[in-house]
């Protein structure tokens, strides 16, 4: 039975100046972040809907109907605001359904709701991403630091997987390839909440993956990235790259017992 994914986010608008002597001219790219899943779905048992997170602003659904067209939804390096203030409210003044509040009710009636790391994730670079003390927030396994919670790892580590038995590590033994980052989070205390994957302790020991549950819906955190900068190029290579989507997929989209 094919599952239908919701990717929120995951792109970004860049402008640069460029001075040649006395002259300057502009010029402004757009870049997508998450094609390596996109890569790894494709005929899969998972339908892909990719919402940039321009589109997502006005596009992300305001009502429930909207959102029970999915069986599971990952944000991925989008903040807060970017549901929190579409043009109506922003420009206009005008009162709308709060997405976060929608997003929350529905994983309490079933809902899969996964988290990825990012700039603008968790609590994000100068603590921007803003998803601390949200109703979003109140769905995860973990919580967010009150500040710019990103650990850069230039000289790169490596998973230290806790739970091997656990679903979602299905198939992936052996060594993961590098990552370069994560964003710091704290675990909740719950009988339901269990750390799969993390750092090794001489790099702070810092959850990876975390999974959970609220209400009826299971819920997940993965502290770094989709793909690069914080994923290296070998670990979007990895053959294990798509079976861990997958797993954590899988695990997220099916019902409690």
């Known amino acids: 039975m ?9 792109s970004w608008v860049s402008s640069a100046t460029h001075y040649k002597g006395f002259d300057q001219f502009g010029s402004v790219t757009f870049h997508l972040g998450a094609e390596p ?9 998972f339908e892909l809907t990719y919402m940039p997170a321009h589109e997502a602003v006005e596009k992300f659904p305001f009502d429930m109907a909207g959102l029970d ?12 605001n970017s549901l929190l203030l579409p043009p109506d409210v922003w420009l206009h003044s005008r009162t709308v359904p709060n997405r976060l509040k929608l997003l929350k009710a529905w994983v309490e009636k079933g809902g899969g709701l996964l988290m ?5 994730s968790f609590q994000g670079i100068d603590g921007k991403a803003r998803w601390r003390r949200t109703p979003v927030e109140d769905t995860l396994p973990v919580t967010c630091l009150p500040y710019d919670d990103r650990v850069e790892i230039p000289e790169g580590t490596v998973a230290k997987v806790v739970k ?14 590098v990552l370069l980052g994560v964003n ?6 719950r009988a ?12 702070g020991g810092h959850p990876l993956l975390v999974v959970g549950t609220h209400g009826t819906g299971r819920t997940a955190a993965w502290t770094s990235d989709i793909g690069p900068h914080w994923l290296s190029p070998a670990f979007c290579e990895w ?4 079976r861990l989507w997958k797993n954590i997929l899988g695990w997220l989209t099916e019902e409690q017992a």
């Open 2 to 10: 094919t599952k239908k994914i919701l990717l929120v986010g995951e």
């Open 116 to 120: 990825v790391g990012g700039y603008f």
């Open 239 to 242: 053959e294990g790259y798509g």
């Open 69 to 80: 067209a999915y069986d599971a939804i990952i944000l991925s390096d989008i903040g807060a």
């Open 192 to 203: 339901d909440v269990e750390i799969v994957a993390r750092l090794p302790e001489d790099q």
């Open 184 to 189: 710091e989070v704290e675990v909740r205390d």
């Open 37 to 45: 899943l996109v890569k790894a779905l494709a005929g899969s048992a």
């Open 164 to 177: 091997p038995e656990h679903p979602t590590m299905q198939g992936l033994e052996g060594a993961w390839p």
